[in-house]
């Protein structure tokens, strides 16, 4: 078949300049016509194009390990690999010319006829149709497998392919956690402990050396900051150089593994992971006034150094513990991070599914390393994950409702019991009037409603009643979105007193829009009022999020293409089978027919996360530690322990990690201990020329890595270089200073800059708003807070240095350091510099650092006496018996090395 020729070709020039030359008399009206023309041209040249590169492509043979088999491991290899359906495997050039059982899959004369393409493009309800469940294969596949069989169905003898089912026997993160043997190596003289040989073997086998150790001051400075967040005081500085001793770096671990802020620093990655906020996101995006009590209890759990396995079961499940504590009722707010969604119109369980799904791909980030959400709308594409797996672990959590507990802090409870027995006798005194008639006319209500849940449609009415509770229970609250329709659903005589309340003040203040004459014939609509003044003299317990068992169980099925109105298999809460624990290994994989005694429940799905047998949650945990002292993960990236993800760097060392990590009874900060005090730990950042150009991402660990300041750190360390830093610890969030448009326009009047102390609180309390993050956690790569986030990324931007520079926090920081600095007695300018410098980077300057100092100093002091407006902005708040343009002229200074780059590196 002859092809368009390409306009570009020489041919097609000759044309069009033979078109130009011959119609000289062209009119300026066809002049104008021209681009018209030129445009009409366009879809003819687009199409022409698009024809040359179809039949370039399909002169190009199809490449087997590319094109097909993907599709192959897809969508065959379930039923056609180990146990092969039919006869016929498709996992090796050997099985696939042997046939099946109805003879040979590829017919070499009449390759259309083949009966493997008869199969796929066979009609939905035909017999023999493939693959038997699930969509077709769509155009796109079809295309290529067509050109596959068309050109001979070639097949590389080195080609082997394996099922999910196999590879997941064979992958390494999937067999079970062993400690390999410590390895020897030649230069033992250069470990501290275990860590030290597993790196010091692969140097040794590359032929390399480690970095030497760091200066003590570096080596402080990094380790304050990696523990806790913050730089080290010029008095630990000094400490710590003067102790000769030869644990001496060992002892001052200890002082900062005990220390507050160390369960502050460490709070922020697990926050990251369940992506706490303070707001529900969406387009509402209403407030969560006490989301902060999980919060706290994660700081309080990780200053007590309370064991993973214990922290994983008290988060997934401590209101199923025999007699759960406040403490673990509180930490079981871990599963009420997810959006919610409040919105007028919304779909009530349309966006409880997608908070269960949210839950289900959280718990699969946090502990599993696994992409679990993959398989929502499908079995996964890599990971042995089936859909029918996702959706019996989505069952599992599935069986937890939100409600907001009466949870007191210390002081509380005594002031609130003193207060409640008057109250509920004068409330009792209000609604005895309004009775029996109260009582039988909300009990309607609940009737009237629950009809609606059970025949929607029927009134549009009452299914929009339905809805506003469901949508606007506790909303200003933060309360759990659906409590106020389980409350409806549980019988009278199972609430506690508390409910019952809560929902007759619901009744009470919303009742009236049903336009029930009863309602006004009892005078309702007075006794609202009275009860929501009596309610404020009452100084009731703060509330909290948490969660607990339903109190009906919820059927859950197999979600079609993820689509909860197209609901498919009835599945029973379940773990996936081939993570069970098995004497076997994965080497032995569950029939998916035999069901387990019983449903699991959140309870054994947390002690089966961390069982010894789980070969994935030390491994991935350790993997997340050691990311946080190294800049990257053994594994990296840290979210993928499935079959597409990379192998670890140090594999042995990795599972000496793991196996060490539940040796030690899952302590997070005997791990840190053990990885902070390495040799490897210790090394010097600095970049050898010779390692860069082999080992560019410093796999090996051949050196440290200087790793720029996430945003809290940021501002952490600005306000506790300054002195400005509020160290108290826990409480609520606040809300500090950011630029009044920004402020204005995104947070609607929410952001009420906070007063006194509360405007200098570290970044970690910072009220985070899903659809307005806080302007300066956006700037330095804070990651938004609708999905799980394993690692924050890092990045240098012009925008970052222009807010250090300019954002009016942080210049208040620099005027602030630079009151404190001139306050200091007896020092000249060469010993205050010096003070300075100490506050910002841990160091004293060197001689040409003083030097510039100071001839800045000298200049701006010069500056600023000739300009006293300059000097008032600068400096507005003045010092007794001091010259403004002297404070003025140290705030420059002071601001000037605030925004030094190693000010805001860990090196």
């Given at each position: 078949?002859q092809?368009w020729?390409?306009?570009t070709?020489?041919?097609c020039?000759?044309?069009l300049?033979?078109v130009?030359?011959?119609?000289k008399s ?5 002049s104008?016509?021209t681009p ?5 041209l366009?879809p ?8 040359s ?7 190009v043979?199809?490449d ?7 599709l192959?491991?897809?969508r ?5 690999a180990e ?8 996992t090796?050039k ?12 590829f ?8 009966s ?7 009609g939905p309800d ?16 079809l295309t290529?497998l067509?050109?596959?069989l ?5 097949w590389p003898?080195k080609?082997?392919?394996q099922?999910?089912?196999a590879?997941a026997?064979e992958?390494?993160a999937?067999?079970?956690?062993k ?5 020897n190596?030649v ?11 597993f790196?010091?073997?692969?140097l040794?086998?590359q ?8 200066d003590r001051v570096?080596?402080?400075r990094?380790?304050t900051?990696d523990?806790?967040?913050?730089p ?7 400490r ?8 001496a770096?060992e002892?001052?671990v200890?002082?900062?593994l005990?220390?507050p ?6 709070a922020?990655p697990?926050?990251?992971?369940c992506?706490?906020a303070?707001t529900?996101g969406y387009?509402?995006d ?21 064991p ?6 008290e988060?997934l499940?401590?209101d199923l513990?025999?007699q ?6 509180l ?15 919304a ?5 409880r599914?997608?908070?269960i799904?949210?839950?289900t791909?959280?718990?699969g980030t946090?502990?599993l ?5 993959c398989s ?7 990971d ?7 959706f019996?672990?989505?069952a599992?959590?599935d069986?937890a409702?939100?409600?907001?507990l009466?949870l007191?802090l ?7 019991e ?9 409330r ?6 309004f ?15 629950q009809?609606a849940?059970?025949h929607?449609?029927v ?6 009643q339905w809805?506003v509770?469901?949508l ?6 933060g309360?759990?979105?659906l409590?106020?329709?389980v ?9 506690t ?9 619901y ?5 009236s829009i ?8 009892l005078?309702l609509s007075t006794?609202?009022?009275?009860l ?15 969660v ?6 919820r059927?859950v099925h197999?979600h079609?293409r993820g689509d ?7 599945v029973?809460?379940d ?8 004497v076997?290994?994965l ?11 019983k ?14 047998e789980?070969p994935l949650?030390?491994r ?5 530690m050691?990311q ?13 322990f499935?079959l597409?993800?990379q192998k670890?760097?140090?594999p042995?060392?990795l599972?000496?990690?793991a196996?060490?990590?539940m040796n030690r ?5 005997q791990?840190?201990?053990l990885i902070?005090t ?5 090394q010097?950042?600095?970049a050898r020329?010779?390692l ?6 410093n796999?090996l660990l051949a050196r440290q890595?200087?790793l720029r ?5 940021v501002r952490d360390a600005?306000?506790y ?5 509020e160290s108290r610890?826990?409480g ?8 009044e448009?920004v402020a ?5 009047n929410?952001?009420q800059?906070?007063?006194?102390a509360?405007?200098?609180r570290?970044?970690l309390y ?8 806080f302007?300066?956690?956006v700037?330095f ?14 990045s240098?931007s ?5 807010t250090l520079?300019?954002?009016p926090v ?15 007695p007896?020092?000249?300018?060469s010993e205050r510099?010096?003070?300075v410098?100490?506050?910002?980077v841990?160091r004293d ?5 003083a030097?510039?100092?100071n001839?800045?100093l000298?200049e701006?002091r ?6 006293p407006?300059?000097?008032e902005r600068?400096?507005?708040?003045a010092?007794?018996?001091?010259e403004?343009?002297?404070v003025?002229?140290?705030t420059?200074?002071c601001s000037?090395?605030l925004?030094l ?7």
């Amino acid at each position: 078949m002859q092809s368009w020729p390409l306009l570009t070709s020489p041919e097609c020039l000759a044309d069009l300049n033979s078109v130009d030359t011959s119609t000289k008399s062209r009119t300026a009206s066809d002049s104008n016509h021209t681009p018209q023309r030129l445009f009409l041209l366009l879809p003819m040249l687009f199409a022409f194009t698009c024809a040359s590169s179809a039949r370039a492509q399909d002169l190009v043979p199809v490449d087997f390990d590319k094109d097909i088999a993907p599709l192959f491991r897809d969508r065959c290899l379930s039923c056609h690999a180990e146990s092969p359906s039919g006869g016929l495997g498709l996992t090796s050039k050997a099985t696939w010319l042997q046939g099946g059982d109805s003879g040979a899959a590829f017919n070499t004369i009449e390759p259309e006829k083949s009966s493997l393409w008869i199969r796929v493009t066979a009609g939905p309800d035909e017999e023999h149709r493939m693959p038997p469940e699930g969509s077709r294969l769509n155009s796109e596949q079809l295309t290529r497998l067509k050109r596959w069989l068309s050109d001979g169905a070639r097949w590389p003898e080195k080609s082997v392919l394996q099922s999910p089912q196999a590879a997941a026997r064979e992958h390494w993160a999937f067999k079970a956690v062993k400690a390999p043997p410590v390895p020897n190596v030649v230069h033992d003289n250069q470990t501290k402990n275990e860590i030290d040989a597993f790196i010091l073997s692969g140097l040794e086998q590359q032929k390399f050396t480690p970095a030497p150790e760091a200066d003590r001051v570096t080596l402080l400075r990094r380790v304050t900051l990696d523990l806790t967040g913050l730089p080290p005081s010029p008095e630990d500085v000094s400490r710590f150089l003067n102790d000769s001793a030869p644990d001496a770096y060992e002892r001052e671990v200890d002082r900062l593994l005990s220390l507050p802020a160390y369960g502050e620093r460490w709070a922020r990655p697990w926050l990251d992971l369940c992506h706490f906020a303070d707001t529900d996101g969406y387009l509402t995006d209403q407030k969560r006034p006490v989301a902060w009590r999980y919060r706290q209890w994660l700081i309080d759990a990780l200053n007590r150094d309370l064991p993973f396995d214990q922290f994983t079961i008290e988060q997934l499940a401590g209101d199923l513990l025999p007699q759960p504590t406040q403490e673990q009722l509180l930490a079981t707010g871990f599963l009420r991070n997810t959006l919610s969604n409040r919105e007028g119109g919304a779909d009530l369980e349309e966006y409880r599914v997608e908070q269960i799904v949210d839950r289900t791909r959280t718990v699969g980030t946090a502990w599993l390393g696994l992409t679990v959400g993959c398989s929502r709308c499908h079995d996964h594409k890599y990971d042995p994950l089936t859909q029918k797996e996702f959706f019996q672990l989505y069952a599992v959590l599935d069986q937890a409702d939100e409600v907001n507990l009466p949870l007191p802090l210390p002081g509380e409870q005594a002031a609130f019991e003193a207060a409640f027995a008057e109250y509920r006798a004068k409330r009792d005194t209000l609604v005895a009037p309004f009775l029996p008639g109260l009582d039988e006319l909300q009990k309607r209500w609940e009737v009237r409603m629950q009809e609606a849940v059970a025949h929607p449609g029927v009134s549009p009415t009452w299914d929009r009643q339905w809805e506003v509770l469901g949508l606007i229970w506790g909303g200003e609250l933060g309360e759990g979105q659906l409590e106020g329709c389980v409350i409806a659903q549980t019988p009278w005589e199972q609430r506690t007193l508390d409910e019952k309340d809560r929902l007759q003040d619901y009744f009470l203040a919303r009742g009236s829009i049903i336009d029930d004459p009863k309602f006004a014939e009892l005078k309702l609509s007075t006794l609202a009022p009275q009860l929501e003044e009596l309610k404020k003299s009452v100084p009731w317990p703060t509330r909290a999020p948490t969660v607990r068992q339903a109190r009906h169980a919820r059927p859950v099925h197999i979600h079609t293409r993820g689509d909860f109105r197209v609901p498919a298999e009835l599945v029973q809460a379940d773990i996936p089978r081939w993570l069970q624990p098995d004497v076997q290994g994965l080497a032995s994989v569950s029939d998916d027919n035999v069901q387990p005694a019983k449903p699991i429940d959140r309870l054994d799905l947390a002690r089966w996360l961390v069982s010894k047998e789980n070969p994935l949650t030390a491994r991935v945990v350790v993997n997340r530690m050691w990311q946080e002292f190294f800049g990257r993960g053994l594994v990296d990236p840290s979210d993928d322990f499935g079959l597409r993800g990379q192998k670890p760097s140090h594999p042995e060392l990795l599972d000496w990690l793991a196996a060490e990590f539940m040796n030690r009874g899952w302590s997070v900060k005997q791990m840190h201990r053990l990885i902070v005090t390495s040799a490897t730990y210790r090394q010097s950042s600095v970049a050898r020329p010779e390692l860069v150009a082999i080992d560019p991402q410093n796999r090996l660990l051949a050196r440290q890595m200087p790793l720029r300041f996430s945003s809290d750190q940021v501002r952490d360390a600005m306000l506790y270089a300054s002195g400005l830093l509020e160290s108290r610890v826990g409480g609520p969030s606040v809300f500090p200073p950011q630029p009044e448009i920004v402020a204005k326009e995104g947070f609607s009047n929410v952001w009420q800059t906070s007063e006194g102390a509360d405007r200098y609180r570290r970044g970690l309390y910072t009220w985070l708003q899903r659809l307005s993050p806080f302007a300066q956690n956006v700037t330095f790569d804070a990651p938004p807070a609708n999905a799980s986030c394993t690692r924050r990324d890092r990045s240098n931007s012009p925008l970052q240095a222009l807010t250090l520079l300019n954002d009016p926090v942080f210049f208040e920081a620099a005027q602030a350091m630079a009151r404190v600095a001139l306050t200091q007695p007896g020092l000249t300018d060469s010993e205050r510099i010096q003070w300075v410098f100490r506050r910002a980077v841990s160091r004293d300057t060197t001689d040409s650092e003083a030097e510039v100092l100071n001839e800045y100093l000298s200049e701006q002091r010069r500056l600023l006496s000739q300009d006293p407006a300059a000097a008032e902005r600068l400096a507005p708040i003045a010092i007794e018996n001091m010259e403004r343009a002297e404070v003025a002229a140290w705030t420059g200074l002071c601001s000037a090395v605030l925004n030094l780059h190693e000010f805001i590196v860990r090196e």
